[in-house]
């Protein structure tokens, strides 16, 4: 099998994954800190293990500056899909989702201030067609406090996941998988003072959910992710990405019944067209002198996955 069409299988299977992200939240029975906590736990287990047994932990490549990068990106990670899993509880999944892919444009503002990124006639023109589609997802009325909760928490966890993507890049020369571990070991000790560990004593099954997320959607995932990207252009990474969301609303609608109305569908094909036109852009863009990093390294920003 060509490398590349081994690494078209493995994104479009982790983008798969990632689309039911959501339903392991719902069905896990868990509030958001609970459902982190045991992601970050779970996940961390089975990142540290793959670690070891390829050998990355040996000659790791942390420095304290990169090792402290790395902590801040988890500290933003963490909090990122707390928010994140708020918003389905609010909303739905499926808006939740759309929404949450407003990332790169807060990606691209980032870039702005902190490190004088050019943002082109184009891009801004893109922002404008982000911003019309968000309106028409968002479907929010007058006094519909739970749409307006929801959507909040969507563009809290976007701007989050882009800080936490703007903070990743400037970590070079480290394996993408230590760089997940670190940030998701993090989360462990971040999280503990508030999850409340005796109410998910008695959750049962939910447990298999909780330790789908962390196996499955976090350590399979990522190993998945990363070992996609060593074979593919970015172009089609950035292509590929967008199976997540259209498998998270299928299965949003295909587990709960939830569908979205047609003024809503209108906005979504808008946000994912100028999601992946800014996406495009800035790969295509040359990297700041601040960015520079080598071969090993990877940020979360080609992910665009929960």
Known sequence: ?????????????????????????????????????????????????????????TGHGFTRRS????????????FNWVFLFEAYAAGSISLATVVYHTQPFFLVLLGAVFARERITAGMLGWL????????????????????????????????LYALATFVTKRISGVRPHLIALVQVAAGVPLLLPFADLGAVSG??????????????????????????????PTPKIAVLAFTYPAVAMLADWAVYGHHIGLVQALG????????????L??????????????????SPAATRAA
Do not use: Q
């Open 203 to 232: 959750l049962g099954a939910g447990w298999a959910w909780l330790a789908g997320l962390g196996l499955i959607h976090t350590g399979l995932m990522y190993v998945l992710m990363y070992a996609a990207y060593a074979k593919l």
């Open 67 to 78: 090792l402290g990068l790395a902590l801040l990106g988890g500290v933003f990670i963490v």
């Open 1 to 57: 099998m060509r490398n590349e069409t081994r690494g078209t299988l493995e994104l479009t299977l982790a983008m798969v994954l990632s689309g039911t992200l959501g339903v392991f939240v719902v069905e896990s029975g868990a509030s958001p800190f609970e459902v982190v906590f045991f992601r970050c736990l779970f996940g961390a287990v089975a990142l540290g293990l793959y670690s070891l047994a390829r050998g990355y932990l």
């Open 281 to 298: 852009a800035r790969a295509a863009a040359p990297a700041p002198r601040t960015a520079a990093r080598g071969p090993e390294a990877a």
């Open 128 to 159: 404008a067609v982000a911003f019309a589609g968000l309106v028409l997802v968002s479907g929010v009325r007058p006094g519909d406090t739970a749409s307006l909760a929801g959507l909040g928490y969507a563009l809290a966890a976007a701007v």
């Open 268 to 279: 979504v094909p808008l946000i994912v067209l100028a999601g992946l036109k800014v996406t």
